[in-house]
């Protein structure tokens, strides 16, 4: 392909100006960036937090601020009971104490669900009434004695010994709830074709009831009139089957027990006493003349 001279020259030209128009534009990008701007859009550099309240109600009832506070304590000291636990945990563990990082991040949160409790602690009381310090709070309301390592912390006073705190409540809790939930598991069990394991389901339903103690100490002496017919079943062949009257039996001791723990309307024990009176304390409803 011969180009002639006059060609040659005008292609020439043609690149030279399209070189110069780049040049420019890329020179007036670069004083646009070093440029400030003629109107800042944004000149917040930080978003505050949102608070959410998707849980609480939009009309307050009579009494319900009391017992929304009331468990905004209850969950504040719960956290803090578990915080303080952690910080002993930390503090007698090798582990722990090299790792200091830790040891500050829980040192934080202790901080601040301190602050929550105090806190709310103020807003307890209605609008009007004579404001007190946190301890004497926590030691009127019962408070002091449910989480005593908390109370401890926020230095109350004259704190009693004793064996009946939160954690008690929840051991004692935790064992009605083995209880019922074994108990509807036989239930569900009776209903196979197989009872192969049945004798040794019931030596845990019966170590539950041991250490529930109490009112259901009466139910051993009906697991033990017919243990042993029901385990020599169990080895006497390899899908041995409960007989129909025992799975009535069992069918009818497994729904006294659940009837018993969740239903029987007794009184609460005395580990679950103090949080008891507490939260109706926290729960009741203003009088007429307050509304």
Not at 19 to 32: C, D, E, P, Q, W
Not at 110 to 123: C, G, Y
Not at 195 to 222: D, E, P, T, V, W
């Amino acid at each position: 392909m011969i180009i002639t001279v006059k060609a040659f020259i005008s292609l020439r030209k043609y690149l030279l100006g399209l070189f110069i128009f780049i040049l420019r534009a890329y020179i007036g990008m670069s004083k646009l960036k070093t440029t400030p701007p003629l109107v800042s859009l944004n000149k917040i550099n930080t978003v505050p937090e949102v608070e959410i309240r998707l849980h609480e109600p939009l009309i307050l009832k009579p009494g319900s601020r009391k017992k929304r506070i009331g468990l905004q304590i209850l969950n504040a000291l719960a956290r803090l009971e578990v915080l303080l636990s952690k910080e002993e945990m930390l503090a007698s563990s090798e582990t722990g104490v090299q790792n200091l990082k830790q040891q500050l991040y829980n040192k934080i949160e202790i901080d601040n669900t301190v602050a929550v409790l105090e806190a709310s602690l103020l807003q307890f009381e209605e609008d009007g009434s004579t404001k007190k310090d946190v301890q004497t709070y926590l030691t009127e309301l019962g408070l002091a004695s449910l989480f005593p390592k908390s109370a401890k912390r926020l230095v109350v006073p004259n704190l009693a010994p004793g064996n009946a705190d939160a954690l008690a409540h929840f051991h004692e809790m935790n064992l009605h709830n083995q209880l019922v939930s074994i108990s509807l598991q036989l239930q569900q069990d009776i209903k196979l074709t197989n009872h192969k394991y049945m004798a040794h389901q019931l030596a845990l339903f019966y170590q539950c009831l041991n250490q529930a103690g109490g009112h259901f100490i009466k139910y051993k002496s009906r697991v033990e009139l017919h243990f042993d017919a029901i385990k020599e079943m169990t080895n006497s062949s390899e899908e041995p089957q409960l007989s129909s009257e025992q799975e009535q039996w069992l069918s009818q001791l497994t729904a006294d027990i659940v009837t018993e723990a969740l239903f029987s309307g007794r009184p609460v024990t005395a580990m679950s006493q103090p949080l008891a009176a507490y939260l109706n304390n926290v729960s009741e409803a203003l009088p007429k003349d307050e509304k």
